[in-house]
């Protein structure tokens, strides 16, 4: 994935929150929307985009295919960084150690600003090594963020602060599948659901406020990516 994908996509929120919806528009704050299931319920949504919109602001990012969540002020989206003198394959499907870092930005939604950013190391070995996958989930004073290499963090939706983590692979043991990890994390009152893997724990409850594992069920010789 180019980085001009990421960025046009990113460009796209800051000219629909900030510009072409009603001041009133929803937050979308998680995958596929408020109810997720991707629908909009707002009034006055313009049934066609201008061949060249009016953008209120442009932020450059990396690479990557997690879409932004929009919640309470501010734009939420992960992306990643190679490491100096390291470089993506020239065929997608290779698998091999790629070093770089994610990234999750918090940004101004009417200005674009940064408001703070959380980076960690996550050397890939993914194929389609260009970034996360899924779109972060805002809760409150939490934001949910699951990167390709399966560290799931939960953040201060006002600091970027960790608050509680984890890392798949390290924590249950999961070999990371061929595309990684893929499904954007699903809160359900005080758990949070997360595809994880594994032996008897390809679905796993935690805490969401704490991270405490609460239960875990299913096994599978691969969870899969939805």
């Not at 994908?5 to 998680?30: I, M």
């Not at 394959?89 to 600003?113: H, K, M, N, Y």
């Not at 890392?167 to 994390?185: E, I, L, N, Q, R």
């Not at 609460?214 to 599978?220: K, Q, V």
């Amino acid at each position: 994935m180019k980085l001009q994908f990421r960025a046009c996509r990113l460009l796209a929120a800051g000219a629909l929150v900030a510009g072409s919806l009603p001041s009133s528009a929803d937050d979308w704050p998680q995958w596929f929307g408020p109810k997720r299931d991707g629908v909009w319920r707002e009034k006055g949504i313009v049934g066609k985009l201008p061949a060249e919109p009016d953008y209120r602001w442009r932020v450059p990012t990396g690479s990557g295919y997690a879409g932004p969540a929009v919640a309470a002020g501010r734009v939420f989206v992960m992306d990643r960084h190679l490491a100096t003198g390291s470089s993506k394959p020239d065929d997608p499907f290779a698998q091999g150690t790629i070093p770089g870092t994610e990234r999750v930005l918090c940004l101004d939604e009417v200005s674009g600003r940064e408001i703070w950013k959380h980076q960690y190391n996550a050397p890939y070995t993914v194929s389609y090594a260009a970034g996360p996958r899924a779109t972060p989930t805002v809760d409150g004073e939490h934001v949910f963020t699951l990167g390709a290499e399966g560290h799931l963090k939960c953040l201060d939706v006002r600091s970027g602060a960790v608050k509680w983590e984890k890392h798949f692979a390290t924590d249950y043991g999961v070999k990371t599948a061929t595309w990684g990890w893929a499904s954007a994390p699903l809160v359900d009152g005080d758990r949070l659901i997360s595809i994880v893997g594994g032996e008897g724990s390809i679905v796993v409850a935690f805490d969401k406020s704490t991270g405490r594992e609460l239960w875990r069920a299913l096994s599978a010789k691969e969870p899969g990516y939805g």
